[in-house]
């Protein structure tokens, strides 16, 4: 990609240096605890328990966590602290390669907008590393690169993008530039509103009907990060030759067949939520051959 000395967005936030702990541990504990306490207290010896243990986390502000290992309601928090930043410069390279395709897609989808008569709103991508807070919730980055759509964010450890390499085996900065796209294909679908509509679409179907509907909007955002390439190809020369076939074995590499075949030795279909590896070429090769976001339409059938 021909990305050096490109402008850079200004919608990078970066957690890097932070650290968040505590996370999880404790699901379902609280539920097991109160029954066994009593077997061998009593009444009387599991209610002082309670005051003791509700009086220490109101002294410790951990009254959260108190109430969800007793069963009482709450939730498990986490703390936040902050250390020095070891960025090596390859590192700090991936920064501000990360920050000028976000830009790109920024001019992109605000030229599609305006010609729709709208205004594009740009995402904020946040940089961290192992663990992150968002209003989606507390994720570890094994979950790979995700877009909370509560607060319009794209989360991103830059570790991901050694998986792709290594683990996947699609190198390349076109495949890295894919995945950015993806997930800014699904902030597109937020603003239009579909998103929310396939969210609550979800909670009335079958777990094999919300698999099928998760694919669906998985692959129209690979269609929309199709478009992003079409329109940095044919506006700003920004591909170069091998691009897109670099972008197509990454789509091809965490299609959930591979995925599957990989981890377990056999497919199952019903499970999917991201789509084929098929499905997710075909569905990034139909955004960038024709660039037209009305072409993108995986609900058709719907």
Not at 64 to 71: A, E, F, K, P, T
């Amino acid at each position: 990609m021909r990305w050096k000395g490109r402008p850079k967005s200004s919608n990078i936030e970066d957690r890097r240096s932070m650290r968040t702990s505590g996370v999880g541990g404790l699901a379902g504990g609280g539920l097991r605890l109160l029954p066994m306490v009593f077997r061998f207290l009593g009444f009387k010896g599991t209610l002082l328990l309670i005051v003791g243990v509700l009086a220490y986390g109101l002294f410790t502000g951990t009254l959260g966590n108190m109430l969800y290992v007793l069963g009482l309601g709450g939730s498990p928090s986490s703390s936040v602290s902050t250390t020095s930043l070891n960025e090596s410069p390859e590192e700090k390279e991936l920064v501000e390669f990360v920050s000028v395709v976000l830009a790109d897609t920024e001019q992109t989808w605000s030229n599609i907008f305006n010609e729709n008569g709208e205004s594009y709103q740009e995402p904020r991508l946040v940089l961290f590393r192992g663990v992150v807070r968002s209003a989606c919730g507390t994720a570890q980055s094994a979950i790979g690169p995700f877009y909370c759509p509560s607060d319009q964010q794209i989360y991103l450890d830059l570790d991901f993008f050694d998986q792709l390499s290594n683990r996947f085996k699609a190198p390349g900065d076109f495949a890295q530039a894919y995945v950015i796209a993806h997930e800014v294909g699904h902030h597109i679908q937020t603003l239009m509103g579909i998103s929310g509509k396939v969210h609550a679409a979800r909670s009335k179907l079958s777990e094999i009907e919300a698999n099928q509907l998760s694919v669906k909007q998985e692959l129209q955002a690979d269609c929309f990060a199709g478009i992003w390439a079409n329109h940095a190809n044919d506006q700003r020369q920004l591909l170069e030759t091998g691009d897109i076939d670099e972008g197509l074995r990454a789509a091809s590499a965490i299609g959930d067949d591979t995925l599957q075949k990989q981890s377990q030795g056999y497919v199952s279909p019903d499970s999917f939520t991201h789509g084929s590896s098929d499905q997710r070429m075909q569905w990034f090769t139909t955004g960038f051959e024709t660039g037209d976001i009305a072409r993108c339409n995986t609900f058709a059938n719907d």
